[in-house]
């Protein structure tokens, strides 16, 4: 073992009050570079190995403080040198306003560069080669047992003396840990030119991947959905279906979205019974009214309703709607017979919405009582 360095002797305990008292032996000999390596936090290690303040958060609190200036230096610059903007009479530098934006570059900051700090210039990253790596020891005290590691460049460090002193506080074992080759010679390879090209090729195709992914593959065939849709216009034909029609009827069994089936489609006296005129009778339902019963009934019925049809016999023409069998039906009878059809007259179940519909019974009463008026009406 002459061509290897050491870097420092360890000793295994099994339980954790044995490691408590080794850590208190060890840092009250005077020993100050070693470590205690346990596979979970020992309450009252810190205290037994007497650990000084950590230096990480004097670089903390200076990264910190950094983000804070540098907020305050980007907002000043923003607010009142290149876009200053006078928002409810404050000041171009409202303070007040700007603290939460202070703060959370402050976390960020110090969060960050905490990070940073400890992975480049502690763990001298990107080197995170370690001696005890891979040892036996490391094995050990990550899984169930306890361990003590004296570095050998301790200024009281003594071979023997170090190993009596491991036996006499009940090891179970000790062993020597030597320094890696490469470790040895190793330097802070931060500014390493492979390191720093590594990093910029992964920015270069980092950026460049992005890049193309949104300017340019977003914008390439087959990436024309919006353009070239699969749909067919009105009564256009399509080579899909084998009857040649584009347009389909709805699919059997289903219900339209927001709509529901009608429930009394052969029961016309049930729909007489239960069903009720909705509408109040506006001018605006009279109107909605008017306007739907001149588009689907009065080339059939009339304007009047009288059954003096414009279709010049083309059909039969139907019953006037101010015999006394149609002025005795109830809004829900001729309700059903615009929604089913009756002989001849087809369904306008599809033609009219059901507020269509009723505003239509509306304006058949208005002519029905415009020729069969009461005498409380004159």
Not at 68 to 78: E, N
Not at 140 to 160: C, H, M, R, T, W
Not at 255 to 260: E, H, Y
Request: proline share 7%; aromatic share 12%.
């Amino acid at each position: 073992m002459t061509d290897k360095k050491l870097y420092s002797l360890t000793a295994i305990f099994d339980k954790p009050d044995d490691i408590i008292h080794a850590a208190e032996k060890v840092s009250g000999s005077g020993y100050t570079k070693y470590d205690v390596n346990t596979p979970y936090p020992v309450h009252g290690l810190d205290g037994a190995m007497k650990l000084p303040p950590s230096k990480l958060g004097y670089a903390a609190l200076a990264l910190g403080l950094s983000g804070t200036l540098a907020g305050v230096l980007m907002i000043y610059f923003m607010s009142v040198l290149d876009y200053p903007i006078v928002i409810g009479g404050k000041p171009f530098f409202a303070l007040p306003a700007f603290i939460p934006i202070m703060f959370e570059i402050t976390v960020l900051a110090a969060a960050v560069g905490t990070v940073v700090t400890m992975l480049f210039f502690f763990f001298k990253f990107p080197n995170n080669n370690h001696p005890l790596h891979d040892t036996e020891y490391m094995k050990q005290v990550s899984l169930d047992k306890y361990g003590v590691s004296i570095q050998a460049d301790d200024p009281k460090f003594n071979e023997e003396e170090i190993k009596t002193m491991f036996t006499g506080l009940g090891a179970a074992s000790v062993s020597p840990v030597y320094w890696n080759l490469d470790e040895v010679n190793h330097e802070n390879k931060i500014l390493d030119p492979k390191f720093l090209g590594l990093l910029a090729l992964t920015a270069i195709i980092v950026s460049g991947t992005v890049y193309v992914s949104l300017n340019k593959l977003m914008f390439m065939t087959p990436f024309n959905w919006m353009m070239e849709q699969e749909r067919a216009n009105p009564q256009e034909t399509s080579t899909f279906f084998f009857d040649g029609f584009g347009m389909r009827p709805p699919v059997e069994g289903t219900i339209a979205r927001g709509d529901l089936p009608y429930q009394f489609r052969d029961k016309p006296e049930m729909a007489a019974e239960l069903l009720a005129n909705p509408l109040i009778a506006s001018t605006e339902n009279f109107e909605l009214g008017k306007t739907k019963y001149n588009i689907y009934c009065s080339p059939c019925h009339g304007y009047f309703g009288e059954g003096d049809s414009r279709m010049n016999g083309q059909f039969p023409n139907p019953p006037s709607l101010h015999s006394q069998k149609l002025r005795d039906w109830t809004d829900g009878r001729i309700y059903h017979v615009i929604q089913v059809g009756q002989n001849v007259m087809p369904s306008y179940s599809s033609q009219m919405s059901n507020n269509e519909k009723w505003a239509t019974i509306l304006y058949i009463r208005a002519l029905q009582r415009s020729l069969n008026a009461k005498e409380s009406d004159l």
